[in-house]
């Protein structure tokens, strides 16, 4: 999936009733089958611009194109575009709605629209693929697993649905080595099947192993883009945007 975001702004209110630009102007084109990674200081909007690209939320101003879909303009082919799309929150258990894990897969199939004869196979292969092999995981609820499962299992959903584009916030956090390891097999996975995929993270390790280009955001807009490696590797820049050290694999 193509995405291109054309003069974006946005406006967030906050709790206190005012109300805060997080995006004055931001223009950026995601070609199909890129690897982004989105990384920034806390506040910077990295979340923000994961639901402004995937359709979540609508922008104050400007456009976003999926697939060369106006998706502010083409109401009645929008809700097409957004059942192409997986997500991940950053607070996985938001995003779970069923008593179990079956059940949560089930629903997820249906309103997917995923074929009856694939799903039992998709759903045990994203599982393997998470890491979630446990006999009885498909019984527990959601609710009761821990923070490191909660983030594998929603990525076993995305894994299950195969996208044409991914938003990840945060795919990484909570996660012990096994579990990154898992999350970047499944993001390699989605990237063979043609996914276009958008990362918001402060793991720069795991970026480096994935990501083709990384954007970085300031308050009101993008700071810097460019090539992962060059990127990761810019001691200067990712010091004065709060990340003092590069990634080790990027170390010489």
């Not at 446990?134 to 076993?156: D, H, I, K, Q």
């Not at 989605?190 to 192993?209: K, P, Q, R």
């Not at 001691?235 to 990340?243: E, F, K, Q, T, V």
């Amino acid at each position: 999936m193509r995405i291109l975001a054309e003069h974006i702004r946005y406006t967030a209110g906050t709790k206190f009733g005012t109300s805060r630009e997080v995006f004055r102007d931001l223009s950026l084109l995601v070609e199909s089958g890129e690897c982004l990674g989105v990384i920034g200081r806390e506040g910077s909007g990295k979340t923000t611009l994961l639901n402004l690209l995937g359709g979540l939320v609508p922008p104050s101003g400007g456009s976003l194109f999926l697939d060369g879909v106006n998706m502010g303009a083409a109401p009645d082919r929008a809700g097409g575009i957004r059942r192409r799309m997986g997500f991940t929150f950053q607070f996985p258990e938001e995003q779970f709605l069923s008593p179990t894990v079956d059940e949560e897969f089930r629903s997820l199939f249906r309103v997917r629209g995923i074929p009856e004869g694939e799903r039992d196979g998709r759903r045990d292969a994203a599982l393997r693929a998470a890491g979630l092999v446990e006999p009885g995981t498909g019984a527990r609820s959601p609710f009761t697993l821990s923070l490191g499962e909660s983030r594998r299992l929603a990525l076993a959903f995305v894994s299950a649905l195969r996208p044409a584009a991914a938003f990840l916030d945060e795919p990484t956090s909570g996660l012990d080595a096994s579990g990154a390891a898992c999350a970047r097999s499944i993001v390699e996975g989605l990237l063979a099947g043609g996914c276009t995929v958008v990362i918001a993270t402060h793991d720069l390790e795991f970026l480096s192993g994935v990501a083709r280009s990384v954007l970085i955001l300031t308050e009101g807009g993008i700071a810097a883009r460019g090539e992962a490696a060059a990127i990761l590797a810019d001691r200067s820049l990712l010091a004065a945007h709060g990340y003092p050290r590069p990634p080790e694999s990027l170390i010489r």
